[in-house]
């Protein structure tokens, strides 16, 4: 499961966003502001990427990746497969909703007695790349991972997705998610504005990590 423990910030600030759209005065800041959530919104699930500012991920698992030490039994691993694939495989977790930020990455894990520790971080490694999806890859040669209490979220992981600062973001993100707040600002939009917009991400998403 992944959840948002901070939402971060927007890339485009009201001010900015009010002089794209060459709105003056304060009487539709209400509606500007919604517009551009709502254009970021659509862009993030569209591309599977964060773009806002330093958001804060967290992502829970029952099991640790390739299902390492001690699991839940075969009828169990069945049931959650679906739920963990997206992130696990090969003793890795492949960090969802790029680019990462490596600003405060941590590893916790409930034990047998059901106390939440931290994995040292001798036991880990966090892999950054900007031509593949970033992950963490565990060290499952030297010994065997820690085993775990039995609930859904046995494992969780805390990083930082999105961009640094909003000067970091790419230039072509940003043109299109201008391009989107002022289509639904203007309420300019129907099917084929949104396939349109849909190709845009796609290409613009394709090898970018």
Same mark, same amino acid.
């Given at each position: ?10 890339? +485009? /600030?009201?001010?900015? =966003? !009010? ?37 804060? %991920? ?22 959650? @497969? ?17 680019? %990462? +930020? ?10 047998? @007695? ?9 036991? %880990?490694?966090?892999?950054?790349? !900007? ?22 979220? =046995?494992?969780?992981? /805390? ?5 640094? /600062? =909003? ?10 998610? !201008? @391009? ?11 099917? !084929? ?15 970018? %990590?």
């Amino acid at each position: 499961m992944l959840t948002e423990l901070s939402p971060g910030e927007e890339l +485009l /600030t009201l001010h900015e =966003a !009010k002089s794209w759209l060459r709105i003056s005065g304060n009487q539709q800041d209400r509606d500007v502001t919604s517009a551009i959530v709502q254009a970021r919104d659509y862009l993030e699930r569209t591309a599977a990427r964060t773009l806002r500012v330093q958001v804060q %991920y967290q992502a829970t698992l029952p099991v640790w990746p390739s299902a390492h030490g001690e699991v839940p039994g075969p009828e169990d691993r069945e049931r959650y @497969a679906e739920r963990f694939s997206w992130s696990c495989r090969e003793s890795r977790f492949y960090f969802p909703q790029p680019p %990462y +930020l490596d600003l405060d990455t941590c590893v916790q894990y409930y034990d047998r @007695a059901n106390t939440l520790s931290d994995l040292s971080t001798s036991r %880990y490694r966090v892999i950054q790349s !900007k031509t593949a999806q970033s992950h963490i890859e565990l060290d499952v040669r030297s010994q065997s991972l820690p085993t775990l209490y039995y609930r859904d979220d =046995a494992i969780l992981v /805390t990083w930082y997705g999105g961009y640094e /600062t =909003a000067a970091a973001v790419e230039p072509s993100w940003l043109m299109i998610l !201008k @391009a989107v707040l002022r289509a639904i600002f203007d309420g300019d939009l129907d099917q !084929k504005t949104w396939e349109l917009f849909d190709r845009q991400v796609l290409r613009l998403h394709d090898g970018q %990590y």
